[in-house]
């Protein structure tokens, strides 16, 4: 996966500004940054969801602006805010993610199946997706991502609000994914995570790439989480909130 140039501006906002990112196939490849930095709006141009403003996306090869399909389909998706179609089962959202990626029904079900068990879903498959918990829905529309078996999974946060059971099930899934030759770039604010799972990362701040290349490299010796403080301003003291510490009652 390639980036070259990519910018999105909102107004006054450069949300992304000129990001370069070059991500080997079969990497395992982190993007943190804080709130704000950029990183939803990085991930959803690199999904084809939004448009850049400047700037090329390439995935295995493809440029997803001159071969949009073609590029889509190399991808799994696991989107900001988790919208998608709650009226259906977890069973129907997972069949249809199936079909639409033009899988036949008998494979869509059996993978529907191994996915149910591997998420510990199957007892949930039934129960429209509306009612599921936050954790839940990412869950069934993590499996949903991959279930046309895609080259590259490109995941907005896929361990906020997830148990800890189910995180080490997923990044097991991950990890295994990773090694059969398939690539992953995820957000997530979690630098302990970041640093034991991933193999690359790339540190945004303010739509900029602060720092990029293997974890070892880029944390240089100390935690990612100290170094990611560092390069994201760190924790400045906190002035102003005295009036907080005078009790109004
Ligand atoms: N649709 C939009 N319209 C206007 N501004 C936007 C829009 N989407 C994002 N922004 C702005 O772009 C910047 C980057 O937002 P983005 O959601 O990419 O950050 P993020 O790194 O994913 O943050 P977080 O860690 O809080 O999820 C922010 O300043 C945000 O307010």
Redesign the pocket.
Known sequence: MRLRGVTKI??E?R??DGVDLEIPAGSFYGLV??????????LSMIAGLLRPDRGSVEIAGIDLARRPSLAKRQMGILP?RLRTFDRLSGRQLLYYYGVLRGLKPAVVENRIGDLARAFDLTDALGRSVAAYSAGMTKKVMLAGAMIHSPRLLVLD?PFESVDPVSSAVILDILQKYVAHGGTVIL?S?GMELVQRACSGVAV?VG?RILASGSVDDVRDGRTLEERFLELAGGTSAVEGLEWLHTFSD
């Open positions: 909102y107004g906002t949300a992304v940054g804080p709130n704000g930095a950029g990183k939803t709006t990085t900001d946060e957000s604010h945004l739509g």
